[in-house]
C-alpha cells in the first residue's frame, strides 16, 4: 500500500495531458510532473487519494529518449512550461493523444464516426508570445523583482530569459524595476492589499513591431511618471518601437491581470498588428490570440472546415475583436460578431471599418442571450463559428445554435475536457462530428487548441 513520503524507483509508462508522466505502483496510477513516458525515475510520493498518487522528482536514472533538457535556464522553478522536459514531436502526439482521450472518455464519441489529425506543430516552437505578463514582488532580500510565478507558489522567480517570448520582453521588464529602485516605486502585496504596482503587460506587434507596455496598479497616478516613459522610450537595444504607454488601474482585491480603467501615459492607446491579411487596432483590454503564427494556422484549418462559398449567412459566438468574422467575411455573404465584451465589440466594429469590410455586423452582449434572441427572431445561419473560454459554452447557448438549424458548426476550443462535453451534447441535437484538428499555439506548454467540424445528420432530423 503505498504511503506519503514513500521513495522509490519506478519506470514512467505513460503520459498524461498536464505534463506529469505516469507509472503504476500496486495497481495505482501515480503522476509524475517532468517525467515522460520510458524515463526510470526515483520519486517521493507526496500525496495519496483513493485512486492515484502524486509523486515528486527527486532524481533521474535512466532519461527516456522522449527527454529534452536544457530548454530554459528558468524551466526548473517557473510553473509556465510544464511540457519543456518533453521532445517537440512527443509534445505534438501526446496532444492529439490527450484531445481523443477526452472526447471519447468525456464526450463519449467513437473515434471511428470522426477524423482527427495529426497535431499542427510549429517548425519553430519558441519566441512566439506576442504578450507576456509579468508579476512584481519582493525577494528574499527585500529587493524588488519581476518575472512568472514558481510553480504552485504566487512567489515570484526573477526573470533572467524566457524563451517563450520576445527577449525585449525582459528588457521593458528590467526597465520597469528600474524606475522603481530609482523612484521608490513599490510592488503590490496580494496579503495586505498595500504598495502600487502589481504587474507588467507587455504586448507586441510582430509584424508592425509596434509594442505596448501596461503597468498594472493598485492606484490612480504613477510617481513621476515622466521618468518610467524617458526610461523605455529611449531604449536602443530592441527591435520594437513603444507606441503606447498604459496605466491600468486595478484597486480591487482579486488577482486580475487587468483593472477595467486605462490612463494613457505616453502614445497612443492601442498598437496594430495584421493577422491573416487583415489590420487590427489591439488596446489592452483586447483578446488578441498570443501566438500569431499559429493562430493563421488554426484559423485557416477553421474557414477550410466551414468550405464557404459566398452566399452563406455566418454567425461568429464569442467574436472577440473580431478576427474570425473578419477572415470569413472575404468568403460568406453576411457575418454577425457576438462578444460580451463591450470594448471588445467596438474594436470589432473598428477593425472592419479599417479593413474596409462591409458585409458584418456585431453585437455586445453575452453568447446565450444574443444566440436566443436570433433563434425566436427565426434567424437562420448556414455556418456558426463558436470559440468560447475555457469553460466551454452552455446549453443555452448550444440549444440555441441547434434552433437556427445551420448546416456546418466550426467549434475552436481552448480545452479539450469542456470541447468534449459540448460535442456530446450538440450529438445530442442531431449535430455530429466529423473533423478533428488540434493545433499547438502553446509549444512547450500542455495547452492545446482544437478545430472541429459538426455537421447536422439529416438521417437524425
Same mark, same amino acid.
Given at each position: ?44 510520493? $507526496? ?6 498518487? $502524486? ?241 493563421? $494556422? ?149 495547452? $492545446? ?13
Amino acid at each position: 500500500m503505498l504511503k506519503k513520503n514513500d521513495i522509490l524507483e519506478v519506470s514512467v509508462e505513460a503520459d498524461s495531458g498536464n505534463g506529469s508522466g505516469i507509472c503504476r505502483v500496486d495497481g495505482m496510477a501515480v503522476f509524475i510532473s517532468g517525467t515522460t513516458r520510458f524515463d526510470r525515475v526515483k520519486i517521493k510520493i $507526496v500525496n495519496v487519494k483513493s485512486s492515484y498518487a $502524486v509523486a515528486e522528482l527527486l532524481e533521474i536514472i535512466e532519461p527516456s529518449d522522449f527527454r529534452e533538457d536544457g530548454f530554459c535556464v528558468s524551466s526548473d522553478v517557473c510553473g509556465g512550461c510544464d511540457f519543456a522536459h518533453i521532445k517537440y514531436d512527443r509534445q505534438l502526439e501526446i496532444k492529439k493523444e490527450h484531445v481523443l482521450s477526452c472526447l471519447e472518455r468525456i464526450g463519449k464519441l467513437e473515434k471511428d464516426d470522426f477524423e482527427c489529425f495529426d497535431t499542427c506543430g510549429m517548425q519553430t516552437p519558441y519566441r512566439y508570445r506576442n504578450k507576456m505578463v509579468f508579476p512584481l514582488g519582493y525577494d528574499k532580500n527585500k529587493r524588488i523583482t519581476g518575472g512568472f510565478y514558481k510553480r504552485g507558489t504566487h512567489d515570484i522567480a526573477e526573470l533572467k530569459s524566457c524563451t517563450q517570448g520576445p527577449k525585449e520582453a525582459s528588457i521593458f521588464l528590467n526597465a520597469v524595476v528600474q524606475y522603481m529602485k530609482e523612484n521608490n516605486v513599490s510592488c503590490y502585496d496580494e496579503k495586505s492589499h498595500k504598495g502600487l504596482i502589481r504587474r507588467v503587460f507587455v504586448r507586441f506587434g510582430f509584424e508592425s513591431k509596434e509594442a505596448m507596455v501596461v503597468i498594472s496598479a493598485n492606484g490612480k497616478k504613477l510617481p513621476k511618471a515622466e521618468k518610467l516613459i524617458e526610461k523605455l522610450v529611449l531604449l536602443n537595444e530592441t527591435r520594437f518601437v513603444i507606441k503606447s504607454i498604459i496605466l491600468n488601474i486595478n484597486e480591487q482585491k482579486n488577482n486580475l491581470v487587468l483593472g477595467d480603467k486605462n490612463i494613457t501615459l505616453y502614445g497612443e492607446d492601442y498598437i496594430h498588428d495584421t493577422l491573416c491579411g487583415v489590420n487590427y487596432k489591439i488596446s489592452p483590454n483586447s483578446f488578441f490570440q498570443i501566438n500569431p503564427v499559429q493562430t493563421e $494556422v488554426l484559423y485557416n484549418k477553421a474557414i477550410e472546415f466551414a468550405e464557404l462559398k459566398g452566399n452563406e449567412t455566418v454567425i461568429d459566438l464569442y467574436c472577440g475583436i473580431g478576427t474570425i468574422s473578419l477572415m470569413a467575411a472575404k468568403y460568406a455573404k453576411s457575418v454577425i460578431g457576438v462578444e460580451i465584451v463591450e470594448q471588445a465589440i467596438e474594436d470589432a466594429k473598428n477593425n472592419s471599418r479599417i479593413n474596409g469590410i462591409e458585409n458584418t455586423e456585431f453585437i455586445a452582449g453575452s453568447a446565450e442571450t444574443i444566440a436566443s434572441q436570433l433563434a425566436e427572431n427565426g434567424k437562420k445561419a448556414d455556418v456558426i463559428f463558436i470559440d468560447p473560454p475555457r469553460k466551454g459554452s452552455d446549453e443555452i447557448t448550444l440549444d440555441c445554435i441547434a434552433r437556427m438549424s445551420p448546416e456546418k458548426i466550426v467549434y475552436i476550443s481552448c480545452n479539450p475536457a469542456t470541447l468534449a462535453r459540448d460535442l456530446a451534447y450538440l450529438k445530442s441535437k442531431g449535430y455530429m462530428t466529423k473533423k478533428v484538428q488540434p493545433v499547438d499555439m502553446f509549444p512547450n506548454t500542455s495547452h $492545446v487548441e482544437t478545430v472541429v467540424l459538426i455537421q447536422h445528420d439529416t438521417e437524425i432530423s
